[in-house]
């Protein structure tokens, strides 16, 4: 049995009572186990981590920036290994794989940046002959906590910006499938980063809870659950840290009448079944205005997704894999019952795929449910599986109004040719992230990613411009020199003077 | 009795059950009562603030702003009559409480410039064809709840930025100084802001509970002591909101030998003394580095000591006047006996100062104290008084290691000529405001306002460049248009096309 | 017979023995006379600003912020009497010229933001112990030279930001409209502006030239045709300064076929009539798409235009007033006549229009040409009047060609309600100011004025964020200080230490 | 003999009459000779980036980026090849070389940051549902035009950034020290950059001309001497381009009394003589004030220079090289008889350095020159060459003064400790780089060069933000969407909508 262990100090360590299998979902195998880090191994990972932050702190944003450099490179020469350590504990296929890897370095290439995104702000004369600036410092220890869906990705959407900026790293990976997560870290130490200053721990609620309390630690990044986001939120705010905690997502694509049908249920093909669903971004349901758009939406998707196809992650072929594990199957399943059950049409039917070979996978096939009405269960949660719901309204302003009372603000799409209805969309949409005939909206590594209402706690948001901000702490600076020494000396022979 | 009210929707709101008297500390005589607002008031003014909300965002930052310019105006021409409230209810003396406008004025003409400081971010092309950008667009309803040391100025800090981002606000000032911060507020009214958008409570604990529970406050500001500030954050935090807290300070100044040392002994005059010591800001422990350093500081500071006056708000020759109440006056004192019974040397006492025509005002003299140690109690709390501390240590590194291992870190000072060793404090100084020569770091009103550490819980600073970022959301968009419609048309004479 | 002199150091002088007279286009009467400055003058003015500009560098940016603070108020109070002096000499309506007015005043608007525009960038540790930062400093004297259609409009685009920037001004309006641009002037000093800041001096060739090789000038900025842009720039460039030059125009928009038609006629009707087609934005040429679109736009426009009505500045029912000269009106009349010749199909004919007590006012009407085709004379040359041109084409790639090839690249429109089309035309068009829908995409003042190709030489727009760039001279300055002095001493009771 | 030819559209090309012998200048031999391109071979490479432009500028800039982050890989693994090609060439040993690639190496690093630094600004709703943005588009071919003492740096501050924000290039490297500057061209390709994007001519006037006058030409960027660089500016403005060029220097560094003066020593001995001063940015002047600090300056240097050893390039002992050729080590040896001559203190002399083995290179020594005064040719010229001269001065201002009135204004130092001299400093000199304590204050990548004065004609700098602004042009959009149209259609199965 292969054992996944924690990075400390540059170090692997295997040490540790409590362990846990690692699933590989295609299959239903477990050929690893991963160790739950206790209280002290955790504060391990803190107390190495303060010891290199001094060093860390002092070396010029340049050559901290350098290192992200040579990390990309790394990241780009593995990216195969990388890709097959996801599938295996993950399940998402090759080129799934290699999209949310390139995501991901995309988050590194913004990170090399970093001497000209850590500019201060320089005031020549707020008053006479005083200068006043603004810099942005490091914090000091800062902590991620990652989800199962994105091992690679998430986790890199954290780290590069705040270790660039100065910052030393504490990282508390999903344990269902931590083993690139940590392949990827030790990567950065290859690239020339200090031992230390970036630190890996795996574990559960223990582990958690630690980075949640101790001291050191000054700011904690979070992408899970909404539970837990306002759990980890709360909890880190009450200990006097800054946090921002990203959550759950039900995330809509308004059809307009006047879309390119086409390539709408093209695009909603991938944004609602790739990677299984288990995306905060994926597209979940899809409001028709009008039952001309509703009909022919349902009817091209319906057909559309005869060629769709599930199964293992490890052949390219297929479109998507399995969910991450037996219970999560079972959740996602019982989510399409229930809209059965209350009333909805059971277009394409997922629920008991035939995956030659892989009979105790756990695999979810793609689903469309048609007639969705906003009391279903399977409306108000997040399913976070291959389903997609369609839901009919008469008017945009009532496809607005459903995404506006949903709880959840992450991302939302609208496909039309107007630019009027795409403006105004845009403008009164309570989302935090909004496409245009895109159903995916994730933003570019070079802005910032960032759900509203109770799909983000905190103020500001993941990687980009907003990173910057939130991994340094504002110094504001005033000088004013005394009336002139040295400089107006008219004897400069005078032996008090060096 | 002359009663306070409410500003909520455009009106002053003067029923309510529980009343609080105001003092006139100069005197200790009260003539004003204020009224503390109930739950149920407190979400009128919510509600106001929410009904204005939708017409409020959808006016272009322009005519937000233009308002800012003429309240700029009105402000100036009401600054008599302002700084006489804030003297009667405060007690600080004419030139102090214009200052303190002035600096509150200087947010106001900050916020003129929001069309400036909401420009997004747009990127053409983040892939082919594709376009992205992000927006700033406004919270919602937000709070700010502000300490009675700045009547005027601390609110300025906050709803200037929070309206001209398209915000409605609550503000809860402090209720012992009530009068100054609600007439100023009905000046935006007079300045063409419409009803609603604006709205000031005042109360106690009720009120300030109320606003942190509430799901339609966004975000919350929030000035005053540390334990309040930890209190604030911890429960708007986990009521999901965005916060900033700031809390309470101890600000050191090191005196270098080779400091200009009588520019040094002027400027910490009014630093240490000017406004009875009332602010966050006030310098109230000086380092002094090496003996020489030490023995001149404190001798030079006993004679300027002398034409100290403390006295009347209304007498302008006065230094500073009397602290806000009269338990405020015996903590104090309180303070500094602890400190003579520790063992630290009282070089001038001000615990009983004579002010002929003003026996029963709260007042208390300007006090200089020698020797005192990291353990004594006045060294380890905040005194909030016309006390200054004098601490001797043998290096610079000795003088860092004491304010960088204190509680608080919200301003600092070093007294230098010395290029290098000024640097090398600006970046090892743990404290978020720090002065060279400056011993009142505020910055203007264009930098950002926070201290570290205990000073501050929260990610932004308060007004200037981070106010913008706390009083907006980040939305991101992805925009992608489909094949070419109406473009490569070629038949344009076909009836379907309007 | 009024005499219309120059401001030189907070002076009026009106001596000088070259004089012009100053028309009233409304009526053809002139009762005005403008001094042309000679080479003697016009350097005396450039000497005051060279001598007031040591003191006014170092006025803080907050300082030099709050005259323009007061100077929109000194704007606001005497619009009326602005807009009088514009109309009686320059012909345009009063509502009109209020609006350019209040464009004026934006820009002044936009200067007082300046302590936040001007900030510079700081960088910590660009190597070990080693910081940068980059500022930007003044240039000294600059120089503008502006045209007649916007007396009050084109001079505030300049003065304001440079003045805030920290440089002296020497202003060369034109000598065909000078009262209102010397009276706005005028009330900068009543701001506070210190004598010789500000100089305006009237004139011609001899005053132009005289700015262009003055070595104390370091920056001029120009607005006006074509030819004289290209001299300006070649001129001053060779004189070694910096320089923008804005020159002519020939705006089109494109008319989709799915254009809301009537919202296009109503706003072309403003742009390409509005104050008698003498802006550099006027849209000038309408390009068809279809023959559908043709047709339309043509009966519509033809409709809409027989309630425009032409006349004296002084009747608020008028639409648009003369042109500027004689001359120019009868140059107007021929590109109308070469039209015709040309084969182009006079539609609405303003050649003769009939002013009811004003016979001997410069008047055009309204004149709309179909059937416009690229080589006629009346499309390749700028012919600032009231005539809107139609061409039309069968595609909107042979739109966008016609506007590609053209020699200007100012100002262009597409009036759709497609995002594609909207979207591959803002990316393609080799024009600088686009409007989507808005047929005078004049920038607003937080964003910067510039057109494409001929229509501007020199790398750096008007007003706005451009113009903080081209109004400073950037200083990059890296500082390292040497080993520890008084940091690290260990005994500071030394006697060569003050 | 080995032949160097241009680089046109991703092909070597050898051919052309006009050739001219590269030497090497450590032995004065010469084994290559380098082609001079005709007008019509500059014609064939700028059109060849012509017609690569359409397609890279509609790559999206992140694909741009890309590119250079591989090309930075290229030249790192390439890098010790380029510095032999340099050593050859120009004659600077292996680790100033080094330093030479390093430098131009940061700038490939910025350019990675191209999706950041290209962001337009983006403001909703400047009126009522109108929103404006700014672009930076791409201007389409641009030159660069560079000097021999920087063949791989100086060119790499254009290109790169120029790439980056979508243009194509063609560059007239120096033809004396060629191959490693197309040799590094040459790598771009490698690294992905499509044929025609960039390209470099070899050439003397002839090629310059054609890439001044040609109208397809939209930017040219020099680097070189100032009477070179106003003919440039002035004949590239008169044809209607933007233009940045950059001219020559006297570098002056102030040595205050109470300087650490061994630093300052050591210091100056690299500035001053390293590269043999063939710097735009080599201090050339020292500048004492004070007699004590002035001997103590002179008896340290010449002490210091002792151990200074000039030699061939691949002696990596060396400290220095020799000159570029025969005519400039002659030209340098004058200025040391001229100095001399009129008065000046020869204390080291340089003039017949005896390098064993290398009798025919090109060698001056490292020179000394005490009691230089203004009026002298030397100091009033700029040598270019490995000679320090000193002036002394009783006071700062004086220094000051001296500096403000020379012609340069390119870098600028001054030695001291004392925080408000070097403020002083910072804020009053004439001149565009300057150091605190750094005699070379070449900005950093993300800062930006240039001189004021002479040094630089053109308003934005080179390589850093202000290259940004010089590589694009704005495009500003003001955006309106008719009347809602398809968001308010109420029957939405109408056949006519698609």
Redesign the interface.
Known sequence: MNTIGHLINGQIITEGERRQPVYNPSTGDTSREVILASKATVEDAIAAAQAAYPEWR?????KR??IM?RF??LLEQNADRICDMIGEEHGKIRHDAMGELQRGI?NV??A??A?????????????????????F?PLGVVAGITPFNFPAMVPLWMYPMALVCGNCFVLKPSERDPSSTLFIAQLLQEAGLPDGVMNVVNGDKEAVDTLLVDPRIQ?VSFVGSTPIA?YI??TA??H?K??QALGGAKNHAIV??????D?AVNQLLGAAFGSSGERCMALSVAVA?????GDALVSKMAEAMQSLKVGAYCEASNDFGPVITRQHQEKVVGYINSAEEQGATIVVDGRNPQVAGYEDGFFVGGTLIDNVTPDMISYREEIFGPVLQVVRV???EDAMTLINDHEYGNGTCIF?????????F??HIQ????????PL??????????G?K?SL?????AYG??SV??YT??????????????????E??M????
């Open positions: 002092a070396t010029p944003p340049i920036a350098r450099f990309k490179e995309e290439e913004y090399c940046g001497p000209e995104l850590l500019k201060g702000e320089h005031s020549r004369n707020v008053g006479p002959n005083i200068d006043a600036w603004s810099e410092q700011a306002e939120y709360s705010s009450a006097g800054r946090c307009m009448p006047d879309a390119d049908m390539n205005v009008g039952d001309a758009a008469n008017s945009m039309t040719r107007d630019g009027e209805a795409a403006r105004y845009t403008d989302v935090g992230m909004v496409g245009i005939n895109v909206p994730v933003p570019v590594a070079y802005h910032s990613f960032g509203w109770r706690f905190g103020d500001l948001h411009p907003d901000r939130f702490r504002r110094k504001a600076i005033t000088q004013r020199w005394p009336s002139a020494g040295v400089r107006e000396g008219v400069f022979s032996p008090t003077m060096k």
